[in-house]
């Protein structure tokens, strides 16, 4: 337990705003954990990159996270976590988590399944392990080659139509965001389809507090929230319109 010691420092990653939507889940769920989010906002998107292209860009911004002297970094890049997490891995000592589309209680649902991910991540051997391992057989992927590009540009002011016109034109019984740019466009997303959505946010942010061994952790929130790389500016209106909105929602 860290009650009482020093708080720890987790770096949270991703290309650019996507990985904003799970920074916040961890913010809400450990609320004594100071967080970096480190991100590489002027090369969105990385989801036409090769394993090869990836490792070269995340490289970069792994030394940097391990200068900060990490408790954890987590991935929150489908598309980084699905091509070279291993890589990571094997190169740093502290931990490392990703994050991976939420095929499983997708297809525990039953009925069509559509699973909406980066081409990067839908070309990689760990997505094509995912299926299999799920059987998700009645699963349609789709490789949106655009749509985090788009989210990453007009967050500040996302358009209905923008959005769905980059949306695959396919009824689902339950739609997979496979990319955590996705999730935030998930209300358009969730209204396109007219189904239930999954993805892997909560889940991960589950594993953290498993990782740093940290389940009674109540209190203000994170002491520090810090963001470096890329677009710190947009990066921070995008983290402060979430908890704006979440105040809306519980006064
Ligand atoms: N947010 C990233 C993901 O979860 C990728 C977005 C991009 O293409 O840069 O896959």
Same mark, same amino acid.
């Given at each position: 337990?860290?009650?009482?010691?020093?708080?720890?420092?987790?770096?949270?990653?991703?290309?650019?705003?996507?990985?904003?939507?799970?920074?916040?889940?961890?913010?809400?769920?450990? /609320?004594?954990?100071?967080? +970096?989010?480190? @991100?590489?906002?002027?090369?969105?998107?990385?989801?036409?990159?090769?394993?090869?292209?990836?490792?070269?860009?995340?490289?970069?911004?792994?030394?940097?996270?391990?200068?900060?002297?990490?408790?954890?970094?987590?991935?929150?890049?489908?598309?980084? +976590? @699905?091509?070279?997490?291993?890589?990571?891995?094997?190169?740093?000592?502290?931990?490392?988590?990703?994050?991976? /589309?939420?095929?499983?209680?997708?297809?525990?649902?039953?009925? %069509?399944?559509?699973?909406? @991910?980066? /081409? &990067?991540?839908? %070309?990689?051997?760990?997505? %094509?392990?995912?299926?299999?391992?799920?059987?998700?057989?009645?699963?349609?992927?789709?490789?949106?080659?655009?749509?985090?590009?788009?989210?990453?540009?007009?967050?500040?002011?996302?358009?209905?139509?923008?959005?769905?016109?980059?949306?695959? %034109?396919?009824?689902?019984?339950?739609?997979?965001?496979?990319? +955590?740019?996705?999730?935030?466009?998930?209300?358009?997303?969730? &209204?396109?389809?007219?189904? /239930?959505?999954?993805?892997?946010? &909560?889940?991960?942010?589950?594993?953290?507090?498993?990782?740093?061994?940290?389940?009674?952790?109540?209190?203000?929130?994170?002491?520090?929230?810090?963001?470096?790389?890329?677009? +710190?500016?947009?990066?921070?209106?995008?983290?402060?319109?979430?908890?704006?909105?979440?105040?809306?929602?519980?006064?």
């Amino acid at each position: 337990m860290v009650n009482n010691v020093q708080n720890p420092s987790v770096c949270v990653f991703d290309s650019g705003i996507g990985g904003i939507s799970l920074l916040f889940e961890c913010v809400r769920k450990l /609320p004594r954990v100071d967080f +970096t989010y480190f @991100a590489d906002n002027f090369r969105v998107p990385y989801g036409n990159l090769s394993r090869e292209e990836l490792i070269c860009r995340v490289d970069e911004v792994f030394e940097e996270i391990a200068k900060t002297n990490p408790a954890a970094a987590v991935v929150a890049c489908n598309t980084v +976590t @699905a091509q070279c997490i291993d890589f990571l891995r094997n190169k740093y000592e502290f931990p490392i988590l990703g994050i991976q /589309p939420a095929v499983k209680p997708a297809v525990e649902c039953g009925g %069509k399944c559509l699973v909406l @991910a980066t /081409p &990067s991540t839908v %070309k990689s051997e760990a997505f %094509k392990n995912l299926l299999e391992k799920y059987s998700a057989s009645k699963t349609r992927v789709v490789a949106c080659e655009k749509l985090a590009y788009y989210i990453e540009q007009n967050i500040l002011n996302l358009s209905k139509e923008g959005v769905e016109s980059l949306l695959p %034109k396919y009824g689902a019984d339950t739609v997979v965001l496979g990319c +955590t740019h996705y999730v935030l466009a998930e209300k358009i997303i969730q &209204s396109y389809y007219n189904c /239930p959505v999954f993805d892997g946010i &909560s889940g991960t942010a589950d594993h953290l507090k498993e990782v740093l061994g940290i389940f009674d952790h109540h209190g203000q929130r994170a002491q520090k929230i810090a963001f470096s790389g890329g677009d +710190t500016y947009k990066n921070r209106k995008v983290f402060n319109n979430l908890l704006r909105s979440e105040e809306v929602l519980n006064p």
